[in-house]
Every structure is written in structure tokens, then in C-alpha cells.
């Protein structure tokens, strides 16, 4: 019998895949600003994460809309390198920012039993080595490359078994950050399917509550990574300042122009009132 790709590799050279610049800096800057106004205390000490259920949880939900075309692109590279005869599903995504003095010693990533249920892990650097933070190299165990320098916009993809044990150094000086995803054969684990669940909860519930007012939370200004003046000539998209405000039924009304002018940064100069529903 032939093996299959992945045995293949397994016994040739470690199964494993670095791609440079897979995300586009404007991706990785949009991922930290969530990250900067979500996260909360990891796993681990001097470790902060900001996972998907976290974001439904805490009414947060329109920052899920910059993930779905950044999984898809994973899940779909993952599953060609790979050569997987059927698709896999997403076990876990999330922001995880390491800061002085956290790292991680040679592990694979299916190493306890309530783990056994990852299969391959894609790591995307969003910030990079020297110029956000020291130390915090990746070791590979065995095989090659050696060691990765974390640089933003970069992806390691690899098994979770002990084909890839992996290491990394401690942090010597600023923050870390990376989108961690695991990918699973066992459709059981789909993160999906949870995170559907909890949004369909979440509506629910916040329907019912309808007269409930709530004030509105937008992120705080030092959050932003650009200024306001370049702001109104960047096309990133869904425009995520003013997210916490939507979802909590609030917009900005605008006299001058009396409309409604949530989706320009522009409105950030004008004569503002704040209203309620649209
Ligand atoms: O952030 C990295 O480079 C890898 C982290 C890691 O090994 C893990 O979270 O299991
Ligand atoms: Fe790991």
C-alpha cells in the first residue's frame, strides 16, 4: 500500500508548512485591535487571549466578521497541504498575546487527553520579532526549519502530533501576538456549530430584552491604529470602531448632513448626536 501524503511526509521531512505574508498587514492590525479591546487574562500567566465565544459573549459579535474569511483561507490551505480526502473543521481559533516572561517548552499539540482531537495547527504571526517584541523565537524539535523568526503577516502550519514538538522562547521585552487556529477530523469538534449555538442564544435573549437600555461602549480612542485624517481614505472594510455601538442598537446622527453616518469616519469631525435605533 502507498502512503498516504501525510505518512509520506511524516517519514521524509516533518509535516510542515511555512507561508510568508499569507495575511495582509491591514489583517493583522485589525485582528490586534480586537484583540486590544477584547481580551482577557489566558490560560497561562503573563498570557491574554480573546477567543470567538468570548467576542459572542460579551456582545461583541460584529468583531467576528474580520475572522471568517482569514479561517476559510486557513482551513483551505491546511486541508491541500495536507491532501485530506474529507473537509475538516475548525476546533478553536483565538487571539493570544504573550507578554514578558510567558513561553511554552517542547510540546506537540495534542498532548493531553481532552486534546487528542487536534490534528493540524496554523499559527499566524500578526506582530513581529525585533520591531514589537524580544525573544519569543519558535523551535522546531527535529527537522527543518529549525527555528522561526515570528514576522506579521506570517503562517506556520503543521501536524499537532509528535511529529512537530515545539518550543518557544520566553519573552524578554513587549507583546506577542498571534491567531492561533487547530483543525479536526472529528466533526464533533467543530467550533462552528458552538459558535452558532451561543449567537442564536445571544439574539434570542437580546430580543426578548428589547427595552433594555444599555449604554453604548465604543472602543477608546488609543486603541486606534491610524489617524483620523488618514482614516476617511482607508477602505478596510467592515468598519469596526463603531461596532460596540451597533450592537448595542445605538448610532450617530448627524445634523449637518441629517442622516444616519455610522459607516464613515468622517463623522468623527462633524456636530454629533447619539441616537437610538434605526
Ligand atoms: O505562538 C506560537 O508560536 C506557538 C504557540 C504554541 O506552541 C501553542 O500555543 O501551543
Ligand atoms: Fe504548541
Redesign the pocket.
Known sequence: MLPSREMGAKSLKPPRLILHNFLTSEECKELEFIHKSSSTVGYRPNVFSTTLSHLIATNSSPFLIPFVPIREKLKEKVENFFGCEYELCIEFTGL?S?CRGAC?GW?S?DNRPYLKQRHF?A?CYLNSYGKDFKGGL?HFQDGEPTT?V?MAGDV?IYTADSCNI?A?DEIIEGE?L?L?LWFSRDSAHDEDAKLISLLSKTMLHSSINMPEVKPPMLASINMYWFSLDLASHQQLGFDICLARMHVLGFDVWSCQAEGLLSDSTEILMEPLQLVRGK
Do not use: E, K
Open positions: 493570544i504573550w511554552i510540546h499539540d495547527t499559527v519558535f522561526l515570528p506556520a515545539h518557544v506577542r498571534t492561533t
